[in-house]
C-alpha cells in the first residue's frame, strides 16, 4: 500500500509541477555488502548460511513444498537499471 501510494503522490507531483518522473518498484535485492546473518538476510543468504554452518552429511531444513518462485535481483542490475530509468 504504502509504495503504491507514494507513487501516486510522485505523479501527482509531476503533473501539478510539470516536471518528469520515473518510478522503480525495488525487490529483494541482494549482494556482498548485504546481510548475512541476524534473521533480516535476504533468501539467497539465508540459504547460504545454512549451507556453510551445516557439517558434512547434515540435513538443512528448506520451506515449502519446492513450487514456491521468487523473483531476486543483483545490486549491479539494480544500479544498471537504475541508470537506464534515469536516462530514458
Known amino acids: 500500500w504504502e509504495k503504491l501510494f507514494s507513487e501516486r503522490m510522485y505523479q501527482a507531483y509531476a503533473r ?23 534473521g533480516k538476510e535476504k533468501a539467497p543468504a539465508a540459504m547460504c548460511r545454512k549451507v556453510a554452518m551445516a557439517n558434512e552429511g547434515d540435513e538443512i531444513e528448506i520451506w515449502g513444498d519446492g513450487a514456491q518462485t521468487r523473483s531476486f535481483l543483483y545490486i549491479d542490475e539494480c544500479l544498471e537499471g537504475c541508470l537506464r530509468l534515469m536516462r530514458s
Open 16 to 38: 501539478n509541477h510539470g516536471v518528469t518522473t520515473r518510478i522503480a518498484r525495488f525487490h529483494n535485492i541482494f549482494g556482498p555488502q548485504g546481510t548475512w546473518q541476524g
